[in-house]
């Protein structure tokens, strides 16, 4: 169990026993990707891989961080005094991040603490690690020093930690997905206005498999912030004759009737992906909420199809396994999840047929990629809590 590894890793690099234990989720996105930052809908749930943590108080202002993830990092150390972005420092960096953005929100951390970390979500797959240690440091944070802070508050504070200490201009659905996480439910969030609803996710005899490309990625330095900035360069354009706020604000007809205000072929079909992924994902909830896996399942083909041709995120590994799973028996929908260029991909598949999937999906990947992909089972689960 990694509760239990992780608290061994604590007392081997620390030499005394941690006092508490907590863990974050993951997240995938079901559907609705690269609607969160055009004012659409996005549609997460949070999943049970994820990672662990074992604190234990310090009385000095020192904090001194280990990841068994990242073992060639070593123990990172800093005080409370001096929160700045470190390269050096790495992953520890989210969690730096978080704890400045709750100080500069009027709170004093008046001791430092040692933390050790293990976890089961692989690194730089799109299941969204670095939103996972934001919100596991804000837990830890807000729960030990009894802060009393709302979730809803933390999740905004992610966001300010990627956007204003990563550098990276993300939406704001990883940290929303994993800190307002339910079993068993996803979120169909409006990334407009926040409202929310949990709809329940009962799949009956199929289960979601994800499918790890074990192409890593990193997101500053994939296209994530280029293709931002064309939606809103179309979003621009659009707004010279419409008066819209988001690429979101449309539907498609609205959008085809309008589009010729984009004059530019990327442009618009960059923007034809925001406005229609953001009606595919209400109608996938409404498949959901009625039953349909069936239509559900053509949703999500079409979301990946559109990432390929219009948006153009998804890449050899990522169409490699969305168009073999369609080919299976027992599938009835697959698409990327996540920002793409590498990561992960979803299926939707029967419960018997899960290891011929497996089998089959991951023979035709190795073959056309000449590395193995990996599989694993998501339940979907409850967000950041402490382990009792």
């Known amino acids: 169990m990694i509760s239990q590894d992780v608290q061994k890793e604590f007392t081997d690099k620390f030499g005394y026993d941690s006092t508490r234990v907590f863990f974050s989720p993951g997240r995938i996105n079901l ?3 690269y609607t969160d930052f055009n004012g659409g809908h996005v549609f997460p749930c949070a999943i049970s891989m994820g990672i662990y943590a074992a604190y234990g108080k310090r009385d000095d202002n020192k904090v001194r961080m280990y990841s068994a993830n990242v073992p060639d990092q070593g123990i990172v150390e800093f005080s409370l005094d001096d929160l700045k972005y470190d390269k050096a420092h790495g992953w520890a960096n989210y ?5 400045a953005q709750i100080i500069d929100h009027g709170h004093q951390l008046d001791h430092g603490f040692d933390l050790a970390v293990d976890g089961n979500l692989p690194d730089a797959a799109g299941l969204s690690s670095s939103a996972a240690i934001e919100l596991l440091t804000a837990e830890i944070v807000n729960d030990v020093f009894e802060f009393n802070i709302d979730e809803l508050d933390l999740v905004k504070y992610g966001q300010l930690v990627e956007n204003n200490y990563i550098g990276v201009n993300s939406g704001i659905m ?3 997905a994993i800190g307002m996480g339910k079993a068993n439910q996803a979120v169909l969030l409006d990334t407009n206005t926040l409202k929310y609803e949990y709809v329940p ?7 979601v498999v994800i499918m790890n490309t074990k192409k890593h990625r990193e997101l500053q330095d994939s296209k994530y912030n280029e293709r931002r900035a064309q939606c809103e360069e179309a979003l621009k354009r659009l707004q010279v004759k419409l008066p819209i706020k988001t690429l979101g604000d449309l539907t498609e007809t609205e959008f085809d009737e309008n589009s010729y205000l984009i004059n530019d072929d990327v442009l618009i ?15 996938a909830k409404d498949a959901l909420v009625n039953n349909n896996l069936e239509e559900f ?10 990432l390929h041709y219009d948006f153009e995120v998804t890449g050899k590994e990522l169409d490699t396994l969305a168009e073999t799973a369609w080919k299976q028996p027992g599938v009835i929908g697959a698409r990327m999840t996540g920002a793409g260029f590498g990561g992960c991909a979803i299926a939707i598949v029967d419960r018997d047929q899960v290891d011929a999937f497996k089998e089959n999906v991951g023979k035709v ?3 056309e990629i000449g590395h193995p992909a990996e599989f694993y089972i998501a339940e979907i689960s409850d967000g950041p809590k402490e382990i009792k």
Do not use: C, W
Not at 201 to 207: K, T, W
């Open 95 to 99: 969690p730096k991040g978080m704890m």
């Open 174 to 176: 990883d940290q929303f």
């Open 201 to 207: 996710v009962e799949m009956g005899d199929r289960v």
């Open 269 to 283: 079909r960059r923007a034809h992906h925001a406005v229609f992924e953001n009606q595919r994902t209400l109608k």
């Open 31 to 33: 559907i609705g990707e």
């Open 297 to 306: 399942g053509k949703l999500i083909n079409a979301s990946h199809i559109s």
């Open 365 to 367: 990947y190795e073959k």
